[in-house]
């Protein structure tokens, strides 16, 4: 997959699959670590109905509607699927401990083992041409499947080996321990990989919010934006950045001196394109807003006046 909406497509379609497998397996199995794989890929699959139509609409052009574009629409939706991976994730923690503590639960261990090797394989998979097209595709969408996937991946071989415990446990006689086994893998399973939707909600909530973006973005454009103005009698440089989803928003504000001889509107339209250039070979899909003024009332934030 060379293309975000292959990607994005292929994922859903693989989500679905494993739903339905996975829904399918757990009635027969009895198993609700298998449900809460299936239950999560079922969510994952209609999140990512809406993620392929705003994965094209964040490629397109702002409009009339949406002055400022669709790029929030990205960190919304990876918002989304963070609070509804951890929804879902506390109520199959609840039901974990209720279950450890009313005695457990009996399972089809033949048919949970043939489950979570397909699950394995098939996340495994998936995961891996997520990251081949991240090699090609820079897109927040395609990072947030391929995290998605590969903690997929994860819990399936975790739960593999799980499952393989049963009939160990059996041949060695170690019965009353057989029926918490699937309770207590749905617990570590949860409690392991609670770090990656809060960390997916967290991140988009606060592109949500206009955060500035980390030191790993924002200090190169800076630099570059300060290398950009070189040429010209700056007093003071005010640069402010967002970047929800792939698009980073900046603006900046130069204050030059009041007596600067400015002959023609275009030596500061020269200036802008040399901003604008300068930012886009460290972040390529950017909107840079350039304002030149006197008066540094006018550009410092207002926590500094």
């Excluded at 339905?20 to 079922?42: K, P």
């Excluded at 994730?89 to 397909?118: K, Q």
Aim: with cysteine; aromatic share 8%; proline share 5%.
């Amino acid at each position: 997959m060379k293309t975000e909406r292959g990607a994005l497509v292929l994922s859903a379609v693989m989500a679905l699959l494993l739903g339905v497998v996975g829904v399918t397996a757990a009635m027969g199995s009895g198993s609700r670590a298998i449900l809460l794989d299936g239950l999560f890929n079922l969510t994952y699959f209609m999140v990512a109905l809406i993620t392929v139509r705003v994965g094209a609409l964040a490629a397109g052009p702002d409009d009339e509607r949406f002055p400022y574009g669709y790029a929030y629409f990205e960190s919304l939706v990876n918002a989304g699927k963070g609070l509804l991976i951890l929804g879902i994730s506390g109520v199959a923690l609840v039901d974990a401990v209720m279950t450890l503590l009313t005695g457990g639960r009996e399972i089809a261990a033949g048919m949970a083992i043939v489950y979570a090797a397909f699950a394995t394989t098939a996340c495994s998979l998936t995961a891996w041409m997520m990251h081949r097209t991240r090699r090609h595709v820079r897109s927040p969408l395609v990072r947030a499947d391929f995290e998605n996937w590969l903690v997929n991946s994860l819990i399936s071989t975790a739960v593999l080996g799980a499952f393989c415990l049963v009939p160990l446990f059996r041949w060695l006689g170690w019965y009353p321990l057989v029926p918490y086994v699937d309770a207590v893998l749905v617990l570590l399973v949860v409690l392991l990989c609670l770090s990656v939707p809060i960390r997916m909600a967290s991140r988009a909530i606060m592109e949500l919010l206009n955060r500035a973006p980390p030191a790993s973005v924002a200090v190169p454009v800076r630099a570059a934006i300060e290398d950009a103005l070189s040429g010209l009698p700056v007093q003071a440089l005010y640069v402010r950045m967002v970047r929800p989803g792939r698009m980073l928003y900046v603006t900046v504000h130069v204050v030059l001196p009041e007596d600067y001889a400015l002959h023609t509107l275009g030596e500061l339209d020269a200036a802008y394109h040399r901003v604008y250039e300068a930012v886009r070979r460290v972040h390529r899909i950017t909107v840079a807003d350039v304002v030149f003024t006197a008066d540094e009332t006018l550009a410092a934030p207002i926590a500094l006046q």
